[in-house]
């Protein structure tokens, strides 16, 4: 399930077969092999090209999910070999209440994890219970050692079981374009282990009805470590090796120039996309798309007044005359960035004007009411007081300030991203927490991070990765890759951290000495 | 060697002449000055009289040819070449001593340890 993705699907039904695994075998250390040299750092991009046939002779296994598998789709992130994802119905209704569709390929690789990790944990009892069903009579009484073996067995699968849940037992959060190169390897493995496992054990012991009930819980045993340690490599695989840091993400935003730079560890293309998005989400301010452009009056001065007329009749130097006007635009003496410059001083102007009248008005009115304490309830009769929720008295302080509110942030272009609703229920949220009117401001008076503004933009989570790398390769030097929005897109350029060689320089703290200094000292 | 304004100044001098060193593109000495008429007297370590502004070597490079012609530190230099240099500013000092012309500074310089040899001389002179 490595490669590109219709392969990837032949490959695993393949893996049924027997007589294919050799073919398996031998691709699983192509990839792995592969994978090896991209993690050491190498410059050099694996990109899996299927040189063998991949759909053997004996494959013939009509399954029902080949249909689905075989596109180029999707698979999720943020579980594993021995997750089950979470198929809540509510979920799946809330993703239909978006507008990207819901698409059931989501889930297969999740069930498929799933289902492989139940058979997985399955099998060490079954491997037990099984002769017991079977050939009872004809076993061989096993003692204490046997239970000894119980024991650590239960303790095992009880680790393997809690351990699974705390890892890998998450909600997706993304899909990506390919699928997830290291999980898959992990699945396979454990399909592996499990299948070998299986057909030793078939041979060995269901058909000679093998007597050594000891040997049996002793390879039931052996079955359970060897599952411990490819979790342990699960675990380093996918959570610790992307830890350290190793490179350092410049991400550009396309339409503002918004930037950060973030430091990331070994990832995949893919993967570090998905990380990357992670973080837009809180670090980057909202994209506003009406904040952009030069207002047209500086800039529609342009190109007034410079007609070419060609004299020699048919002569087409159509480059010839461009480049003319361009030579002769650029000699015109222009005064636009005048234009710009007062423009943008009156603008600001304007804003702190409107900022001002806002603070004042958001702090008058909030000093129109107060919280009700308990002891005062019973208060003086003759002066009954109206007792009001968050609610209402959000709605009795919000009239003074609407106005006030409404001109500024029309004057900074955020009208599209705060409804009255969202106002109002913002301002009941203040009031119910004991808010200052500069806390009640903070969201209104800086652009906050695009997750402020989830519940507005309920279409948005569909990003389109473009990239001129395969997007299972690892990231290395001088990779540029981009995340497309409809309207806007990131840019992310890749390079590697510095090495730092960390010298050492002991100081004696007797050491530090001092002397009064002439008032100038030159030297001759 | 305290300093009446209006009398003259009497001291035991000693006569040092350096040659400069040629450094790249400069000709230098190998020693620092401080003091002078536009400094405070009073941080002057190497002064015995604190209200004296006269220029005083304060620190000699080793194995720089100040410290080969016998210049010391603490030493009041009295004239430059001929220059007085009881009575100047820091930078005519300065000026006085790394003009680019002169090869050779001939200094007149005076130390508390002179004054000594010298009465010492002069007392073990006059027993009889």
């Known amino acids: 399930m490595d490669n590109e993705s219709q392969y990837s699907g032949y490959s695993y039904k393949s893996s049924h077969s027997r007589s294919s695994r050799k073919h398996r075998e031998r691709r699983d250390r192509h990839r792995s092999k592969s994978r090896d040299s991209s993690s050491r750092g190498d410059k050099s991009v694996t990109i899996q090209t299927p040189g063998e046939p991949l759909l053997d002779a004996e494959s013939t296994r009509g399954d029902d999910r080949d249909d689905n598998w075989g ?18 119905l509510t979920r799946v209704t809330k993703d239909l209440e978006e507008s990207t569709p819901l698409e059931c390929k989501r889930f297969v690789g999740p069930a498929l994890g799933g289902c492989l990790s139940f058979f997985a944990l399955v099998t060490p009892l079954a491997f037990l219970i099984l002769p017991q069903v079977l050939w009872r009579d004809a076993l061989e009484p096993c003692g204490t050692p046997c239970e000894g073996l119980y024991v650590s067995l239960a303790f095992k699968l009880l680790v393997l079981l809690i351990s699974s849940w705390a890892l890998f037992l998450r909600p997706p959060r993304a899909t990506l374009p390919r699928f997830f190169v290291f999980r898959c390897l992990l699945m396979v493995l454990v399909f592996l282990f499990v299948a070998s496992y299986w057909l030793f054990y078939g041979v060995r012991v269901l058909e000679p009805r093998e007597r050594d009930y000891r040997g049996i819980v002793e390879y039931a045993a052996s079955l359970v470590d060897a599952l411990l340690f490819i979790q342990y490599l699960a675990l380093v695989l996918l959570e610790v090796r992307h830890l350290q840091p190793a490179f350092c993400l410049k991400v550009v935003r396309s339409t503002d120039g918004a930037s950060k730079f973030y430091n990331v560890g070994h990832l995949s ?56 006007m361009i030579a002769a635009a650029a000699r015109r003496r222009d005064n636009s960035h005048n234009e710009f410059y007062y423009e943008e001083a009156e603008m600001d102007r304007r804003v702190r004007k409107r900022k001002a009248r806002l603070v004042v008005a958001v702090e008058e009115a909030f000093t129109h009411i107060k919280r009700l304490h308990e002891e005062e309830v019973a208060s003086s009769p003759k002066h009954p007081r109206e007792v009001m929720d968050p609610r209402e008295a959000a709605q009795a302080i919000f009239a003074p300030m609407a106005r006030a509110m409404q001109k500024y942030l029309r004057t900074t272009r955020q009208q599209a991203f705060h409804s009255m609703e969202s106002i109002l ?46 997007v299972t390769s690892a990231l290395r030097q001088g990779l540029v890759f981009s995340l497309r929005r409809l309207d806007f897109s990131l840019v992310v350029t890749v390079t590697p951290l510095p090495f730092l060689r960390l010298g050492e320089e002991f100081i004696d703290p007797k050491s530090h000495k001092f002397v009064m200094r002439l008032q100038s000292e030159t030297s001759v | 060697m305290s300093f009446v304004p209006g009398m003259p100044v009497s001291v035991v001098v000693e006569r040092i002449e350096i040659k400069k060193l040629c450094q790249g593109d400069n000709l230098i000495l190998g020693f620092s000055i401080g003091g002078g008429i536009d400094q405070d007297p009073g941080q002057n370590p190497f ?3 604190k209200s004296d502004k006269g220029i005083y070597v304060t620190r000699i490079t080793p194995g720089g040819p100040a410290q080969d012609a016998g210049l010391r530190m603490g030493d009041k230099i009295m004239q430059v070449n001929g220059w007085d240099m009881t009575v100047v500013t820091h930078d005519q000092a300065r000026k006085r001593l790394t003009k680019k012309n002169e090869c050779v500074v001939r200094l007149l310089v005076t130390r508390k340890s002179l004054e000594q040899a010298v009465k010492h001389s002069m007392g073990s002179c006059q027993r009889p």
């Open chain 1, 71 to 88: 596109e180029t789709t999707t698979v999720v992130t943020g579980t594993s070999e021995h997750s089950i994802s979470n198929e809540d």
């Open chain 1, 269 to 324: 293309i893919q993967r570090a996309a998905v990380w990357v998005l992670d973080r837009y989400y809180s670090d980057f301010s909202v994209y506003n798309p009406a904040l952009l452009n030069l207002p047209k009056s500086i800039l529609s001065k342009k190109m007034t007044g410079f007609k070419v007329y060609s004299l020699d009749g048919n002569t087409n130097n159509s480059t010839g005359q461009s480049r003319a």
């Open chain 1, 425 to 470: 229920t913002h301002l009941q949220f203040c009031i119910t927490h004991n808010m200052t009117p500069k806390a009640f401001l903070e969201r209104y008076l800086s652009p906050g991070p695009t997750m402020q503004y989830q519940q507005q933009n309920g279409r948005g989570r569909q990003w389109t990765l473009v990239s001129e790398e395969p």
């Open chain 2, 47 to 49: 002064s015995e009289d």
